[in-house]
């Protein structure tokens, strides 16, 4: 199907038009409200909906007031022509599903982990729109940590120095998921789901740590499965290392009865700490000043101002902003990748007890195209990998 042209203000004076595809938790719990709650402020609309399962997704249509419903994506790309397509399917459908909504025009936004591999990601970049004066269409991956006001905050004290040179930090995302939960097929296998926590859980955070600090440099891992029955592992540590020279410990597990999602960051003159699970709110971050710091300035350090949660919502506003002004959106491209080149580093760092560094793994690397890089221990039979 070939890409539509684009105007560099495509959406000027109308609401943009949106289908969701996937009419599971995900894509009714988190995509579906997001959409609606900016349909109901005059900015989307929803045209479609989109899943395998019939029944599934003729209910959500229904309830949610979605004129048409669809089993075929590419039917519904070519009579709906959606501006904007929501992906929230499991992960090894994304590359297919983003590539093909691009090519008919519309920009993507693909929930995380947004492909199971670099060599993927790439495919999907070439699929976009050109830099310049087309403006899009873009695929933009789901990072909602990175949104709510205090994490914007934060990102500009950081960003102009206020805080003092970043020295240490430590992201934590050590969560528990049960036998039940893996009885999904495709969850705790690289040829469906791409790899474990480390690639569907923490890259939520350590997408936050390289918002807030920038890319990195290098890493070194250690990766295990010490619970449950599955390919991947199910619990990962990491130290990382920034191009300033700080250093970030990395934990991931599924392992953990206590849940919690962490980042602290120590600069020269504050300590920075955010606690929480699935998503924060100005209360959930703490600024902590060094001795000698003035109250004047440290007050003006926690103004956050009005209270913006982390959410759905709050990335798909800026995303419509992006789109409205044909720009390439936060979380695509170069800016995009630098998560999962992250997540791609740890496991061959992890598999291959080597420091890897940015920018390393590219063609002709195992790990380009698979996460477990055909490391002895880790990767499944042969038949499994191509499926």
Avoid at 13 to 32: E, Q, T
Avoid at 68 to 78: I, Q, W
Avoid at 271 to 290: C, F, K, S
């Amino acid at each position: 199907m070939p890409r539509s042209p684009r105007s560099t203000a495509p959406f000027a004076g109308r609401r943009v038009r949106a289908a969701v595809v996937g009419a599971g938790a995900i894509g009714r719990g988190s995509h579906l409200p997001a959409v609606a709650q900016l349909a109901a402020e005059g900015e989307t609309e929803l045209v479609a909906a989109v899943d395998i399962d019939a029944i599934a997704v003729e209910a959500m249509c229904a309830e949610a007031g979605i004129p048409h419903a669809y089993t075929d994506l590419d039917r519904m790309l070519a009579e709906q022509r959606p501006d904007l397509v929501t992906i929230g399917t499991p992960p090894t459908l994304h590359r297919d599903q983003t590539v093909a909504a691009l090519r008919a025009g519309a920009w993507v936004w693909c929930e995380k982990p947004p492909v199971p591999s670099l060599a993927d990601f790439d495919a999907v970049e070439a699929a976009e729109g050109t830099e310049g004066t087309d403006g899009g269409p873009y695929a933009s991956i789901v990072f909602q940590h990175r949104f709510g006001s205090a994490s914007t905050r934060v990102r500009r004290l950081l960003a102009e120095g206020a805080l003092g040179r970043p020295l240490v930090a430590h992201c934590q995302t050590t969560w528990y998921r049960d036998a039940a939960y893996y009885a999904v097929p495709w969850r705790g296998r690289w040829a469906t789901e791409g790899g474990g926590p480390a690639m569907g859980h923490g890259i939520h955070q350590m997408d936050l740590l390289l918002d807030l600090l920038g890319p990195w440099s290098e890493v070194r891992a250690m990766a295990a499965r010490l619970v449950h029955d599955v390919e991947t592992e199910d619990v990962s540590t990491a130290l990382v290392r920034f191009p300033n020279g700080a250093l970030a410990t990395v934990v991931n597990s599924v392992l953990s009865p206590d849940e919690v999602s962490r980042i602290r960051i120590d600069c020269e003159r504050a300590t920075v700490e955010l606690t929480h699970l699935y998503g924060h709110r100005n209360d959930d971050w703490r600024i902590t000043p060094a001795p000698g710091v003035p109250a004047d300035e440290v007050a003006v350090w926690r103004d956050f101002g009005p209270d913006v949660p982390s959410s759905h919502l709050a990335q798909l506003r800026e995303l419509i902003a992006a789109m409205r002004a044909g720009q390439r959106p936060r979380g695509s491209g170069a800016d995009g990748r630098t998560s999962l080149e992250l997540v791609t580093a740890l496991y061959k760092a992890a598999f291959t007890d080597t420091t890897v560094r940015a920018g390393e793994i590219g063609p002709g690397d195992p790990y380009y195209t698979v996460l477990h890089g055909d490391a002895p221990g880790w990767a499944p039979a042969r038949a499994e990998v191509s499926e």
